[in-house]
């Protein structure tokens, strides 16, 4: 089955530089999220978008921004990158029907090594 | 709003003995829960959910939670636990529809010979 793709794996960038970040959610999701993991802390919500619009917005620097495209693939740009961005970001996506949450399926993350 | 907490940040058991990792939710509507395993350097894993259909809900790895809306808790209990089983494991909630979800701070289960 097909699942979250989170392009790349792996990033490093050096300070002030700037970075996107790639998802592409299961097919037929309408609903996609991001999320920012640091070392040893639990996941925290940054933005989500449903039917390509932004539904929520979580703490999320300003430096940053999302969008979600056509073809309900999203990017996470990540401006003037500081070195407390260093994190692993998940990206997941949701199927909402006639009010039920099919649940959440997470991508592999991008680890964002910030120098 | 919604939140959970987990009840300790490490917990270390013996190899078959049982495993109990404590969840407790706060939720202003019937919420949606779920526990993940998170693997060092590796994803978030689905383990179980409940969505508000059975209260005993069972999932992978023999892994199973019971919801218990009087004590608003979402326990994650295995029989028997084995060293593979050794991971960050985090509980989370969610409003439901098109809703953000929200995680503990994780319970990193340690298993010893």
């Known amino acids: 089955a097909a699942g979250v793709i989170q392009s790349p794996r792996h990033l490093i960038k050096e300070k002030r530089e700037t970075a996107t970040l790639k998802c592409y959610p299961i097919p037929r999701h309408d609903t996609v999220y991001w999320y920012q993991q640091g070392p040893g802390q639990d996941p925290q919500f940054l933005i989500s978008?449903?039917?390509?619009?932004?539904?929520d917005k979580g703490s999320i620097p300003d430096r940053f921004s999302a969008q979600q495209f056509s073809d309900y693939h999203s990017e996470l740009n990540m401006s003037s990158l500081e070195l407390g961005d260093s994190a692993l970001y998940f990206c997941?996506?949701?199927?909402?029907?006639?009010?039920?949450?099919?649940?959440?399926?997470f991508g592999s993350g991008t680890r964002l090594t910030v120098v | 709003a919604q939140s959970v907490t987990q009840l300790g940040s490490h917990v270390s058991v013996s190899e078959g003995a049982l495993v109990l990792l404590r969840c407790n939710y706060s939720?202003?509507?019937?919420?949606?829960l779920f526990w993940y395993v998170q693997y060092p350097n590796q994803g978030l894993q689905l383990l179980l959910k409940?969505?508000?259909?059975?209260?005993l809900v069972k999932g992978i790895n023999g892994f199973e939670a019971e919801f218990k809306k009087s004590e608003t808790s979402f326990h994650l209990t295995k029989p028997s636990a084995h060293m593979s089983d050794a991971a960050e494991y985090f509980c989370a909630v969610s409003l439901g529809t098109a809703s953000k979800l929200t995680f503990g701070t994780g319970t990193r289960l340690q298993v010893t010979l």
């Open positions: 978008f449903y039917e390509k619009m932004q539904s």
């Open positions: 409940y969505t508000s259909a059975a209260t």
């Open positions: 939720s202003s509507v019937p919420p949606y």
């Open positions: 997941a996506s949701s199927l909402e029907r006639s009010g039920y949450n099919y649940g959440y399926t």
